[in-house]
C-alpha cells in the first residue's frame, strides 16, 4: 500500500511539474495585480494592490510600473495611487466585439424600456457571473442601481443567470451554482442549491425567470434565454422595474411575453448572422 501511494505522490508531482512548465507565473501575477482594481475601489496604493493581489510590495512595485510603461495603468496626478488606464477597455470591448451580439441587440432592447420598464440588458456566462454586454437604461438612479456594460453579478441570484442556467444542462447547472459561494444578497435571495434547481426547471417550463428583488433591494428583474439553433443558451435578455412602481405580479403579467418575443427576435438575428457561438465556464 506505502509503494502505490508513493507512486501516486509522484504521478502528481509530475503531473504538478508539467503544469507549470505551461504556464507563465509572471504573467499570472500580472493579471492578478489588474484585477485588484474594482468599481468600488477604483484607486489603490502599491501597498493595497499588494495586499489585494497575494504579492510582497517590491513585486507589486515593479508589475505596476511596467503596466504604467506600457499602457494598462495610470499615476493618480501628484498622489500615491493608482488606477487603471482606459487602454484596458480595448481588451474587453475586444472580446464583446468577437460577435454581432451588441448591435443586434441595441434596437430590440430599445423598443423595451418605456414608463414601466426602466432598464433593458443582454447578460452572458462568465464562469458563475453574469456580465453585462449590453443595456439601455432611462432611470433606476434612484434605487443607487449601478449597472453598466462590464458590471457583473452573480449568476445564481439574477433572472439573467436563471435564464442561461435552465436552459443548460443538469450537470452544469450544478457545478456552476456550487462554484461560488452563494450569499444571501436580500432578503428574498435563495442560496439553497436544490431550491436553485427546482427554480430553474420551473423557468424552463414557462420560458422565462423573474426576480423578485434577489439582487438588489426595490427591483423587479424579467429575463428570457437568447438561443442557439441548438437551444443552447448564447445570452439572457432581461428588463427591469422598481418594485414601488408596480407590482410583482403586474409586472410579470405585463412583461413576460414582450421579455420572451424579444429574447427570440434576437436568437433568430444571430442565428441568422451565425457570428456568435456559444461559451460558457464553469469554475
Known amino acids: 500500500m506505502k509503494m502505490i501511494a508513493r507512486s501516486t505522490g509522484k504521478k502528481k508531482q509530475a503531473k504538478a511539474a508539467g503544469s507549470e512548465k505551461n504556464t507563465v507565473l509572471s504573467l499570472a501575477k500580472g493579471f492578478r495585480i489588474l484585477e485588484a482594481f474594482t468599481a468600488q475601489e477604483p484607486e489603490l496604493t502599491m501597498a493595497e494592490v499588494a495586499r489585494r493581489a497575494g504579492v510582497d510590495n517590491a513585486t507589486a512595485f515593479r508589475f505596476l510600473?511596467?503596466?504604467?510603461?506600457?499602457?494598462?495603468?495610470?499615476?493618480?496626478?501628484?498622489?500615491?495611487?493608482?488606477?487603471?488606464?482606459?487602454?484596458?477597455?480595448?481588451?474587453?470591448?475586444?472580446?464583446?466585439?468577437?460577435?454581432?451580439?451588441?448591435?443586434?441587440?441595441?434596437p430590440i432592447l430599445r423598443t423595451l424600456v418605456g414608463k414601466i420598464n426602466e432598464a433593458a440588458s443582454i447578460g452572458v456566462l462568465d464562469g458563475a457571473d453574469i456580465i453585462y454586454v449590453e443595456r439601455i437604461q432611462a432611470g433606476l438612479a434612484r434605487l443607487g442601481v449601478d449597472i453598466r456594460i462590464g458590471s457583473r453579478v452573480p449568476a445564481y441570484s439574477s433572472a439573467v443567470g436563471h435564464a442561461i442556467l435552465a436552459w443548460l444542462p443538469h450537470a452544469d447547472q450544478v457545478s456552476i451554482l456550487k462554484s461560488q459561494p452563494r450569499k444571501q444578497l436580500t432578503a428574498t435571495t435563495l442560496t439553497d442549491l436544490d431550491t436553485l434547481v427546482a427554480r430553474l426547471e420551473q423557468v424552463k417550463r414557462r420560458g422565462y425567470a423573474i426576480s423578485d428583488q434577489e439582487t438588489v433591494t426595490g427591483l423587479y428583474v424579467l429575463a428570457a434565454p437568447v438561443l442557439d439553433t441548438d437551444g443552447i443558451p448564447l445570452a439572457g435578455l432581461s428588463v427591469a422595474a422598481p418594485a414601488f412602481q408596480t407590482s410583482l405580479a403586474d409586472f410579470e403579467a405585463t412583461g413576460a411575453e414582450p421579455v420572451m418575443h424579444a429574447a427570440q427576435a434576437l436568437s433568430r438575428a444571430l442565428q441568422s448572422s451565425g457570428a456568435f457561438t456559444h461559451q460558457h465556464q464553469a469554475n
Open 65 to 106: 510600473n511596467t503596466l504604467v510603461d506600457i499602457g494598462y495603468v495610470e499615476r493618480v496626478g501628484e498622489t500615491r495611487n493608482f488606477r487603471l488606464a482606459l487602454k484596458v477597455l480595448d481588451l474587453g470591448f475586444n472580446a464583446i466585439a468577437r460577435s454581432d451580439l451588441r448591435s443586434s441587440a441595441r
